[in-house]
Protein backbone atom coordinates (compact mmCIF):
# COMPACT_ATOMS: atom_id res chain seq x y z
CA UNK A 1 0.00 0.00 0.00
CA UNK A 2 1.34 3.24 -1.29
CA UNK A 3 1.24 5.36 1.70
CA UNK A 4 4.10 8.76 0.33
CA UNK A 5 3.87 9.77 -3.36
CA UNK A 6 6.28 12.41 -4.49
CA UNK A 7 5.36 13.65 -8.41
CA UNK A 8 7.58 16.02 -10.19
CA UNK A 9 9.26 17.98 -7.05
CA UNK A 10 11.37 20.98 -7.76
CA UNK A 11 13.14 23.19 -5.66
CA UNK A 12 14.79 26.35 -6.51
CA UNK A 13 16.58 28.95 -4.31
CA UNK A 14 17.41 32.14 -5.69
CA UNK A 15 16.83 33.79 -9.00
CA UNK A 16 17.61 34.68 -12.82
CA UNK A 17 21.56 33.68 -13.08
CA UNK A 18 21.62 32.69 -9.58
CA UNK A 19 18.97 29.66 -9.92
CA UNK A 20 20.16 26.72 -8.36
CA UNK A 21 17.57 23.41 -8.37
CA UNK A 22 17.96 22.02 -4.99
CA UNK A 23 16.14 19.38 -6.41
CA UNK A 24 15.00 18.95 -10.13
CA UNK A 25 12.08 16.72 -10.95
CA UNK A 26 12.37 14.20 -8.35
CA UNK A 27 9.29 11.07 -8.15
CA UNK A 28 9.10 8.23 -6.49
CA UNK A 29 6.89 6.19 -4.09
CA UNK A 30 7.32 4.78 -0.44
CA UNK A 31 4.86 1.89 0.63
CA UNK A 32 3.63 1.60 3.98
CA UNK A 33 6.31 0.18 6.73
CA UNK A 34 8.70 0.75 4.05
CA UNK A 35 12.42 1.55 4.94
CA UNK A 36 14.49 3.77 3.00
CA UNK A 37 17.57 5.28 2.89
CA UNK A 38 18.59 8.22 0.66
CA UNK A 39 22.18 8.85 -0.18
CA UNK A 40 24.37 11.23 -1.99
CA UNK A 41 27.17 13.32 -1.71
CA UNK A 42 26.51 16.81 0.30
CA UNK A 43 24.91 19.57 -1.55
CA UNK A 44 22.74 16.77 -3.48
CA UNK A 45 19.36 17.91 -2.50
CA UNK A 46 19.07 15.06 0.50
CA UNK A 47 18.47 17.26 3.25
CA UNK A 48 15.94 19.59 1.02
CA UNK A 49 13.61 16.44 -0.10
CA UNK A 50 13.74 15.13 3.95
CA UNK A 51 12.24 19.15 4.80
CA UNK A 52 9.96 19.31 2.22
CA UNK A 53 8.36 15.87 2.71
CA UNK A 54 8.13 16.72 6.62
CA UNK A 55 6.27 19.88 5.94
CA UNK A 56 9.13 22.41 6.91
CA UNK A 57 9.78 23.55 3.32
CA UNK A 58 7.66 24.42 0.27
CA UNK A 59 8.38 23.04 -2.86
CA UNK A 60 8.77 25.13 -5.97
CA UNK A 61 6.48 22.89 -8.16
CA UNK A 62 5.14 19.30 -7.85
CA UNK A 63 3.70 17.50 -5.33
CA UNK A 64 3.39 15.42 -2.41
CA UNK A 65 0.48 13.30 -0.78
CA UNK A 66 0.74 11.50 2.22
CA UNK A 67 -2.21 8.61 2.30
CA UNK A 68 -3.29 10.56 -0.83
CA UNK A 69 -3.37 13.91 0.65
CA UNK A 70 -1.81 16.81 -0.46
CA UNK A 71 0.48 18.04 1.64
CA UNK A 72 1.26 21.42 0.18
CA UNK A 73 -2.67 22.06 0.12
CA UNK A 74 -2.86 23.19 2.93
CA UNK A 75 -2.00 26.39 4.51
CA UNK A 76 -0.02 27.29 7.45
CA UNK A 77 -1.34 26.26 10.20
CA UNK A 78 -2.94 22.83 8.88
CA UNK A 79 0.57 21.93 7.80
CA UNK A 80 2.03 22.46 11.64
CA UNK A 81 -0.69 20.41 12.84
CA UNK A 82 0.44 17.79 9.90
CA UNK A 83 4.03 18.17 11.15
CA UNK A 84 3.23 17.26 14.76
CA UNK A 85 0.27 14.40 13.93
CA UNK A 86 2.01 12.73 10.62
CA UNK A 87 5.40 13.25 10.87
CA UNK A 88 8.27 12.52 13.31
CA UNK A 89 11.53 14.26 12.36
CA UNK A 90 14.95 13.45 14.41
CA UNK A 91 17.83 15.34 13.07
CA UNK A 92 21.28 14.75 13.64
CA UNK A 93 21.81 17.35 16.44
CA UNK A 94 19.18 16.08 18.39
CA UNK A 95 17.42 19.68 18.92
CA UNK A 96 16.18 18.85 22.57
CA UNK A 97 15.20 21.54 24.49
CA UNK A 98 17.33 22.22 27.74
CA UNK A 99 15.63 23.36 29.93
CA UNK A 100 13.02 20.09 29.83
CA UNK A 101 13.43 16.74 31.30
CA UNK A 102 13.51 13.69 29.48
CA UNK A 103 9.77 12.84 29.75
CA UNK A 104 8.87 16.71 28.99
CA UNK A 105 11.02 16.78 25.83
CA UNK A 106 9.24 13.14 24.44
CA UNK A 107 5.79 14.68 24.82
CA UNK A 108 6.05 18.28 23.88
CA UNK A 109 4.45 17.74 20.85
CA UNK A 110 1.35 15.93 21.84
CA UNK A 111 1.14 19.22 24.35
CA UNK A 112 1.92 21.92 21.78
CA UNK A 113 -1.10 19.63 19.83
CA UNK A 114 -3.39 19.67 23.20
CA UNK A 115 -3.73 16.59 23.43
CA UNK A 116 -3.51 13.58 26.52
CA UNK A 117 -0.85 12.00 27.05
CA UNK A 118 -0.74 8.46 26.16
CA UNK A 119 1.20 6.94 28.97
CA UNK A 120 1.38 3.57 28.32
CA UNK A 121 3.22 3.89 24.87
CA UNK A 122 5.08 6.87 26.80
CA UNK A 123 6.28 3.73 29.18
CA UNK A 124 6.66 1.73 26.43
CA UNK A 125 8.81 3.95 24.43
CA UNK A 126 11.36 4.38 27.56
CA UNK A 127 11.43 0.73 27.74
CA UNK A 128 12.22 0.41 24.47
CA UNK A 129 14.85 3.84 24.33
CA UNK A 130 16.54 2.30 27.60
CA UNK A 131 15.77 5.43 29.47
CA UNK A 132 13.90 4.10 32.18
CA UNK A 133 15.21 5.62 35.72
CA UNK A 134 16.55 9.02 33.57
CA UNK A 135 13.05 10.76 32.82
CA UNK A 136 13.82 13.37 35.14
CA UNK A 137 17.57 14.21 33.88
CA UNK A 138 18.34 17.27 31.77
CA UNK A 139 19.64 17.32 28.37
CA UNK A 140 22.98 17.59 29.61
CA UNK A 141 22.76 15.38 32.01
CA UNK A 142 22.57 12.59 29.04
CA UNK A 143 25.13 11.21 26.79
CA UNK A 144 24.84 12.21 23.02
CA UNK A 145 23.59 8.08 22.30
CA UNK A 146 20.78 8.95 25.29
CA UNK A 147 20.14 12.35 23.82
CA UNK A 148 19.21 10.78 20.36
CA UNK A 149 17.45 8.28 21.92
CA UNK A 150 15.21 11.02 23.54
CA UNK A 151 14.71 12.42 20.53
CA UNK A 152 13.84 9.28 18.77
CA UNK A 153 11.24 9.17 21.49
CA UNK A 154 10.00 12.73 20.91
CA UNK A 155 9.23 11.36 17.01
CA UNK A 156 7.39 8.21 17.70
CA UNK A 157 5.24 10.06 20.41
CA UNK A 158 2.74 10.96 18.19
CA UNK A 159 2.58 7.58 16.67
CA UNK A 160 3.28 9.28 13.26
CA UNK A 161 2.77 8.18 9.50
CA UNK A 162 6.13 8.77 8.42
CA UNK A 163 9.82 9.01 10.91
CA UNK A 164 12.17 11.37 8.92
CA UNK A 165 15.40 10.84 10.12
CA UNK A 166 18.25 13.07 9.00
CA UNK A 167 21.77 12.19 9.84
CA UNK A 168 20.63 10.61 12.94
CA UNK A 169 24.52 9.21 14.09
CA UNK A 170 26.14 11.76 12.41
CA UNK A 171 27.33 13.33 15.97
CA UNK A 172 27.60 9.82 16.74
CA UNK A 173 30.49 6.81 17.45
CA UNK A 174 30.27 3.56 15.99
CA UNK A 175 28.84 1.46 18.89
CA UNK A 176 25.80 4.31 19.42
CA UNK A 177 25.35 4.49 15.76
CA UNK A 178 24.38 1.32 15.69
CA UNK A 179 22.37 1.48 18.18
CA UNK A 180 20.02 3.76 17.08
CA UNK A 181 19.49 2.17 13.98
CA UNK A 182 18.83 -0.63 15.32
CA UNK A 183 16.25 0.93 17.77
CA UNK A 184 14.76 2.96 13.96
CA UNK A 185 14.35 -0.50 12.60
CA UNK A 186 12.48 -1.83 15.98
CA UNK A 187 10.26 0.87 15.57
CA UNK A 188 9.82 0.66 11.77
CA UNK A 189 9.17 -3.66 12.17
CA UNK A 190 7.31 -3.19 15.57
CA UNK A 191 4.79 -0.08 14.58
CA UNK A 192 4.73 -0.82 10.90
CA UNK A 193 6.29 2.62 10.77
CA UNK A 194 7.37 3.72 7.43
CA UNK A 195 10.81 4.89 8.09
CA UNK A 196 13.14 7.30 5.70
CA UNK A 197 16.92 7.96 6.83
CA UNK A 198 19.33 10.00 4.96
CA UNK A 199 22.36 9.27 5.52
CA UNK A 200 25.97 9.09 4.64
CA UNK A 201 26.93 5.50 5.83
CA UNK A 202 26.81 2.98 3.27
CA UNK A 203 26.54 0.12 6.38
CA UNK A 204 23.37 1.62 7.75
CA UNK A 205 22.13 2.46 4.11
CA UNK A 206 22.62 -1.51 3.19
CA UNK A 207 20.21 -2.35 6.41
CA UNK A 208 17.22 -0.41 4.53
CA UNK A 209 14.79 -2.25 2.32
CA UNK A 210 15.61 0.06 -0.49
CA UNK A 211 18.12 2.75 -1.21
CA UNK A 212 17.75 5.67 -2.99
CA UNK A 213 20.53 7.80 -4.67
CA UNK A 214 20.42 11.55 -5.32
CA UNK A 215 23.03 13.72 -7.07
CA UNK A 216 22.67 17.29 -8.01
CA UNK A 217 18.75 17.14 -7.18
CA UNK A 218 18.32 14.15 -8.85
CA UNK A 219 17.37 10.70 -8.40
CA UNK A 220 19.65 8.84 -10.47
CA UNK A 221 19.42 5.25 -8.68
CA UNK A 222 16.53 3.54 -6.71
CA UNK A 223 17.55 -0.14 -5.75
CA UNK A 224 15.36 -2.37 -3.56
CA UNK A 225 17.78 -4.17 -1.30
CA UNK A 226 14.77 -6.30 0.59
CA UNK A 227 11.81 -6.90 -1.52
Do not use: C, W
Not at 78 to 102: D, E, K, M, S, T
Amino acid sequence: MELLKVDHLTKIYGKGENQVFALNDVSFSVKKGEFVAIIGPSGSGKSTLLHILGGVDRPTNGKVYLDGNDVYAQNESQLAVFRRRQVGLIYQFYNLIPVLNVTENMTLPVLMDGRPINQERLTELLSILSLNGREGHLPNQLSGGQQQRVSIGRALMNAPAVVLADEPTGNLDSKNSQEIISLLKFSNQKYNQTLIIITHDENIALQADRIITIEDGKITRDEVIRP
